[in-house]
Each structure stands twice: as structure tokens, then as C-alpha cells.
């Protein structure tokens, strides 16, 4: 069984500061993990993803995260944040798809994150 | 546009009745997934198809819940009897299959009154 702690369920940043959301997790086997993006009233779009290989995963609209296992954690930071960065944030785990395993997601709570001009 | 698409995007129904709700997949989608989001949370898996075979479904899926997906293609999702507490984003994905990821859509939001 898998689960995921986002850790601040809203974050404020001013436009062209750093952005760093916190997200860790518990697995039993190796996880697959995810951040998702959602804007009011619209579906999960995939902002980046870690399977296996290289920790430091880069994503879409400048966005990366890395893996660290020994921390279990896998945070999710942009260097300058944009006005249209404001959304919420979900970080997501699944156990890595075998023979055994599917490709399920449990979520977290979710992070809003305003951008201050 | 190719996109998971689903139908309708909000329903407000009074308590007891039935809704329906129709999620297409994207196109040679073997997989796809039943999600629910409620206010102030992350989604919540529900159940999941490999064509036309439901595989699992969540304990969150009480008897009022129904998921189907008939010829391997679209899926609707029943929930009988509404209650005010399944007010929620209802939200469909689809995957090609079980090792790569899946693509949501923008959700069916379901408000009982």
C-alpha cells in the first residue's frame, strides 16, 4: 500500500521567487512517482513523472523534482514563479507496474499555491 | 481534439434521483480509471477497466455505484439514490495499457441538493 503527505496545503509565493512544494511518501515496493497540476474546475494534467533512472526529473513550464529515497521524499520546485503558475498541485504514487502490480494512484491533499504580484 | 472527454461536465440533481455519467478514452485505450475528488482533497481511485473487464473496485464504491464500459470503449458510471455526500469531481482517465500512464479528463462535477 502506498500513501502520500503534501506538507503545507497552501503556499504563497511572490511572481519571480522560488517554488518549492514538499511531498512525501510511503511504499512497500519502488515507487512510480507523479505531480499533477489542476486549475478551477478542470482535470489533472501531468506536470512530470519518476519511474526509474536519473533522480532529478525535469517537467513541463520549468518545473522539476527530485527522488530521494533515503528521504522518501519527492519535492517539487520552479526556480521563478509565474503569475500562471497559480493552481493546486498534487503529488501522486503508484507502486511501478508488474505482472503483480497496476497502475494505480493514490494522491495527496493537494497544495494551492497563490503567486503574488 | 484527442483528449479523454467526458459528459456532462456538472450535474445538479436532488437527493434520491439517479445520474449517469459518460467518460470517452482516448482512442486504443486499453485501461481506464474511475476517480472521485472532493473538496479540499486529492482524487480517490473508485475502479478500473482493461477493455471491457472491470478488474477493481475501491471499498468506496458502495452498491449505489455502478461502472460499466460495455464494448471496450466508452464507460458510464451510475450512482443510484444520491446522496448529499456524493457531491464531488468525478473524474475519468484512460492508459494504453497497465505500464504507461494515465491522461485524465476534465471531470464531471456533481453537486446534490
Known amino acids: 500500500a502506498q500513501s502520500v503527505t503534501q506538507l503545507g496545503s497552501h503556499v504563497s509565493v511572490s511572481e519571480g521567487a522560488l517554488v518549492l512544494l514538499r511531498c512525501n511518501y510511503s511504499?512497500?515496493?519502488?515507487?512510480?512517482l507523479f505531480w499533477y497540476v489542476q486549475y478551477p474546475n478542470q482535470g489533472l494534467q501531468l506536470l512530470l513523472k519518476?519511474?526509474?533512472?536519473?533522480?532529478l526529473v525535469k517537467g513541463i513550464n520549468g518545473f522539476e523534482a527530485e527522488f530521494k529515497k533515503s528521504e522518501t521524499s519527492f519535492h517539487l520546485t520552479k526556480p521563478s514563479a509565474h503569475m500562471s503558475d497559480a493552481a493546486e498541485y498534487f503529488c501522486?504514487?503508484?507502486?511501478?507496474?508488474?505482472?503483480?502490480?497496476?497502475?494505480?494512484?493514490?494522491f495527496g491533499a493537494g497544495t494551492t499555491v497563490t503567486v503574488r504580484a | 481534439d484527442t483528449g479523454v472527454s467526458q459528459d456532462p461536465r456538472h450535474k445538479i440533481t436532488k437527493r434520491g434521483q439517479n445520474v449517469t455519467f459518460r467518460c470517452d478514452p482516448i482512442?486504443?485505450?486499453?485501461?481506464l480509471y474511475w476517480y472521485r475528488q472532493t473538496l479540499g482533497q486529492g482524487p480517490e481511485f473508485l475502479t478500473y477497466?482493461?477493455?471491457?473487464?472491470?478488474?477493481?473496485k475501491s471499498r468506496l464504491l458502495s452498491d449505489r455505484f455502478s461502472a460499466e464500459r460495455p464494448k471496450g470503449s466508452f464507460s458510464t458510471l451510475e450512482i443510484q439514490r444520491t446522496e448529499q455526500g456524493d457531491s464531488a469531481m468525478y473524474l475519468c482517465?484512460?492508459?494504453?495499457?497497465?505500464?504507461?500512464?494515465?491522461?485524465f479528463g476534465q471531470g464531471t462535477r456533481l453537486t446534490v441538493v
Open positions: 482517465a484512460s492508459s494504453f495499457d497497465r505500464y504507461t500512464e494515465a491522461f
Open positions: 511504499s512497500s515496493v519502488p515507487p512510480y
Open positions: 519518476y519511474t526509474t533512472g536519473a533522480t
Open positions: 501522486a504514487v503508484s507502486e511501478a507496474p508488474d505482472w503483480a502490480n497496476d497502475y494505480k494512484l493514490s
Open positions: 482512442s486504443e485505450h486499453n485501461r
Open positions: 477497466f482493461q477493455n471491457e473487464a472491470q478488474l477493481e
